[in-house]
């Protein structure tokens, strides 16, 4: 089970990108890196799944280097909005037993 | 947008009692799970079902917990003799098979044992 670790916190202003960084240094061959945000009082939302390389869709882009030990979420042009808690998870996509958040990292976006 | 629906949003239940959760999974999902999230804390994993069985649990879900698809389109959570500690939030989640990691949360069931 791979371990991550990701910052406690981020600050950012509006408008900025926002780039936050997961470590996994143990990850598994069939692991996948997926990205969840979660508001206060809500259920977490899938953000972005990768395996390797880059990904990218409508809300943000993953960036995984080749040796895949760590991983990068990329938010375009943060707003207000996007305060919120960012959870990096590793796991080989087939067992629940794997599928732990962490304590995430509390992103704050400043006017 | 197909989305999770979890009722009631809160429940309130004193100490050992039965509460059942109910959730509504996206229809053409056919992996479902429970976590619970105590306040200010991590997102647990509790369970997840296939095929009208548990796939897998973790350690929180002792025989205090089950779970059942009652009917084609709920999917619930049991709670007997609840304990204090158990007060926290309830989200049930969903994926289609095959890829587990890409779930769909609802938005929680808030239980308080007084």
């Known amino acids: 089970l791979a371990k991550t670790t990701q910052p406690i916190s981020m600050d950012s202003y509006e408008g900025q990108e926002v780039n936050i960084t997961c470590s996994h240094n143990n990850i598994a061959t069939n692991d996948y890196i997926t990205w969840y945000q979660q508001f206060p009082s809500q259920g977490p939302r899938f953000i972005i799944q990768?395996?390797?390389t880059k990904v990218t869709n409508e809300v943000a882009s993953l960036f995984i280097p080749a040796d895949r030990k760590s991983s990068t979420l990329s938010l375009p042009r943060v707003s207000l909005s996007d305060t919120a808690v960012y959870y990096c998870?590793?796991?080989?996509?087939?067992?629940?037993?794997?599928?732990?958040f962490g304590p995430g990292t509390r992103l704050s976006v400043l006017p | 947008e197909p989305e999770v629906t979890q009722t009631p949003s809160h429940q309130v239940t004193q100490m050992g009692q039965e509460v059942i959760l109910r959730c509504v999974p996206i229809s053409n999902h056919l992996y479902f799970y429970w976590y619970r999230q105590i306040l200010g804390q991590k997102v647990e994993f509790l369970v997840s079902f296939y095929n009208n069985e548990i796939s897998e649990k973790s350690e929180i879900f002792d025989d205090q917990f089950s779970v059942e698809r009652p009917d084609g389109s709920n999917f619930t959570l049991k709670i007997r003799s609840t304990k204090l500690e158990d007060s926290a939030m309830y989200f049930c989640a969903s994926s289609e098979a095959l890829i587990s990691y890409e779930q769909y949360f609802g938005p929680g069931t808030r239980l308080t044992v007084t």
């Open positions: 990768g395996y390797k």
């Open positions: 998870l590793v796991g080989d996509n087939h067992y629940g037993q794997n599928f732990v």
